[in-house]
């Protein structure tokens, strides 16, 4: 079974404070999502990342895949009381053909 | 908006019960995905079907069971309800069979009594 580990499960800052999370996993992934859920809602794609070494950047949001394609971060710069919410990265098993979700960072970015 | 519909919004019901959950696709998807969200289980792949058929499980009880129809809609059949059944059930959908990319409905809120 593959699983995916998010780091930290919760991050509280500063409102102009930059913020890295991380997805990590011991199995190597065709692609991997990163999606933002807010309560009561539910997770809304924010980008795929399928190759490895792949940057993509989405305005304030920069997201990396591992160059062995296991990992991946988000990083957020100057982030915004908008940007609370439920972070969560899912990789896709191709074998499986199914998603595999991490438990998810919960961020809140005091004003 | 997703373009993924659920109903209902809320649901309360009594351990023991059966209740069914009904999920609408984005128009030209043809996977519809099941998923379970609680606090301490994260969220939790249950069935997927693409075009009629079952096409995927994932961690899903012998007491659940989906269908999906000839119109693409879907339904999730929850049955001798138990108190850990409360959580949120939302559905996915996608363009094809082994599509990355998921688009999730707003979810439905279960809570067993």
């Known amino acids: 079974t593959q699983l995916l580990e998010q780091s930290p499960q919760f991050l509280s800052i500063q409102e102009g404070e930059n913020l890295t999370v991380y997805c990590n996993s011991s199995?190597?992934?065709?692609?991997l999502q990163w999606y933002r859920q807010e309560p009561g809602e539910g997770p809304v794609l924010l980008v795929t990342v399928v190759t490895g070494g792949e940057v993509k950047k989405l305005k304030r949001l920069t997201f990396q895949f591992g160059d062995a394609r296991k990992d991946s971060s988000l990083h957020i710069t100057a982030a915004q009381p908008g940007d609370t919410g439920l972070y969560l990265c899912a990789g896709y098993d191709g074998g499986a053909q199914k998603l595999v979700f991490g438990q998810g960072t919960r961020l809140t970015i005091n004003p | 908006d997703s373009g993924v519909t659920q109903t209902p919004k809320h649901l309360i019901t009594a351990t023991g019960q059966r209740v069914t959950l009904r999920c609408s696709p984005r128009?030209?998807?043809?996977?519809v995905y099941w998923y379970q969200q609680s606090l301490d289980q994260g969220l939790q792949f249950l069935i997927q079907y693409y075009n009629g058929e079952e096409r995927a499980k994932g961690n899903i009880l012998e007491r659940f069971s989906a269908q999906q129809f000839p119109d693409l809609h879907s339904e999730l059949n929850l049955s001798s309800l138990e108190l850990g059944d409360s959580a949120l059930y939302f559905c996915?959908?996608?363009?094809?069979?082994?599509?990355?990319?998921?688009?999730f409905g707003p979810g439905t809120r279960l809570t067993v009594t």
């Open positions: 128009s030209g998807d043809l996977s």
């Open positions: 199995s190597v992934f065709s692609s």
């Open positions: 996915a959908s996608s363009v094809g069979s082994g599509t990355r990319e998921q688009y």
